[in-house]
């Protein structure tokens, strides 16, 4: 067997069994890092006769609906990464299971493309297209999955299949929002939008205009057009070094929109937005759609972290009154942020020969993140090892990029109410999933997807 396999002995086996939230603490009955499609069939087959059940698992980003597993080789899709190819003309995409949406993003953009990524360039392509995928087009666009159009995998009896919409045509439209247990899926190929330029950036305003700044932008967004996807949020960056100035120990409330139509009126859109509040930074600008890879500020490295999120239908007045209550200023909040990403549009339309999962529910997805510093964490030398020396380099590129040239007027934003500081090494925004559940199929979701794994037969070895 090609694959390489990493038990409890060796030296790798921390770093390879680390989830992208370090609070989860996998423990696999072994790990298998296949190379190709070959491998994987080899892996399933052998963990099959040895009793053992599969995972495949790219980043790690959404391990928690994983369980235990102890019983279960944790197949890590890294090194099925060889192969991304985009083909300009045909506007389309093939990339290995191991791909990450930054392999793509930008090639994508240089060629005048743009794909249906999330907000983290470090999430991989598979996992988020198999949950659904909701991207910053998705109101124009819908949801990642309903834009594949074929998908190589490997089936619990090692089999390996490409499905689309003429073959298997049920476990194509299975796959395609019902996540990943259904098979070790290799390759994927889907549609990429052609679009050499957006409008898109980000408005921070002092904390303290929460309230206006949020009843601004959902009278905005009542009649915005459908190429519009935007997000309001309340960030407190805790005062530590990791965070360059202005950032740094301060709040804001922020907007965040995209607009994949015409850039020129995409900025015509934007401007009443301004008006909202007292604008403090402002990053929005025609760019090539690469420009909004990092635009979230998701942390690129494992940490730490707790998150919920919730799918909202109608945020009335007394929703935004309690919200704000919560989280806004003077509630003492801590959270690093709390967000609302408007929905709706192409989302709750079926697009035709649309996957298990066609729509998302829902006007506003809702999610509220915190860094979770735990003392006993930080002395586990395997999960120590992965927060420290990672992380703050690449922290400090991505928010100094935000700074440079961001600063209107030369003014940085105020403080504005924030709640204690945090304590610990902390970060940007961390995620959890988003709830994307297929309606009506009774499949797994993106978050409850409760085991991905592939369930074998027999006794045996190699993770022993
Ligand atoms: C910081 C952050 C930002 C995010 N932003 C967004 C966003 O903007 N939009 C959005 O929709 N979601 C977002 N998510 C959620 C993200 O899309 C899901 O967590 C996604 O499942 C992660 O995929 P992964 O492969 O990176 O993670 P993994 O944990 O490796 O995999 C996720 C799931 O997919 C399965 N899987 C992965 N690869 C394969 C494969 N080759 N074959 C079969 N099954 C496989 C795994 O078994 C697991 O159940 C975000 C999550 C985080 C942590």
Known sequence: MAADFVTKQDANWDLERGAFNILIDQEPAGIAIPRSADDVS?????????????AAQCTGHLAAPLGSLADTVLLRTAGLDGVVQ?????????????????????????????????????????????????????????????????????????????????????LFWALRGGGGSFGVVT????????????????????????????????????????????????LNFPPVPEIPEPFRGNSYTAIEAIYCGDAADGEGLVAPLREAGTVGMDTMAVQPPQGIAELHMDPPDPLPYL??????????????????????PGSGSQLISVELRHCGGAL??????????????????AFGVNFVPMPEMMANPCLAGRFQGRTTALRR????????????DD????????????????????????????????????TACSSRVISSTRPGRPWN
């Open 187 to 234: 390759a994927l190929e889907f549609e990429l939008l052609p679009l050499s330029q957006i409008y898109a950036g980000a408005l921070f305003f002092p904390a303290d205009q929460s309230s206006d700044v949020l009843r601004s932008w959902q009278e905005w967004i009542a009649d915005v057009r459908e190429e519009m996807t935007s997000v309001w949020r309340i």
């Open 307 to 328: 998150g919920d999120s919730l799918v909202i239908g109608d945020l009335s007045p007394a929703a935004i009154d309690s919200l704000l209550k919560a989280i806004g």
């Open 348 to 365: 709750s339309r079926t697009p035709e020969g649309a996957g298990a999962l066609a729509t998302f529910p829902g006007s506003f997805l």
């Open 86 to 170: 985009i083909d300009s003309a045909a506007g389309s995409a093939r990339v290995g299971a191991g791909a990450l949406w930054g392999d793509v993003v930008p090639r994508a953009s240089e060629l005048g493309l743009a794909a249906l990524h999330g907000s983290a360039p470090g999430v991989g392509i598979a996992g988020y297209t198999l949950g659904g995928g909701l991207s910053f087009y998705a109101r124009k666009h819908g949801l990642a999955c309903n834009r594949v159009t074929a998908i190589e995998l490997v089936t619990a009896d090692g089999e390996q299949v490409r499905v689309d919409a003429d073959n298997e045509p049920d």
């Open 411 to 446: 003014q940085g934003v105020p403080a504005g109410d924030r709640g204690p500081p945090l304590r610990g090494q902390a970060a940007l925004r961390p995620r959890r999933s988003l709830p994307i559940k297929p309606p009506g199929h009774g499949l797994a979701s993106a």
């Open 42 to 54: 080899d892996v399933v087959r052998s963990a099959a006769a040895d009793g053992k059940r599969v």
């Open 397 to 408: 590129r991505h928010l100094s990029q935000l700074c440079r040239g961001a600063l209107r």
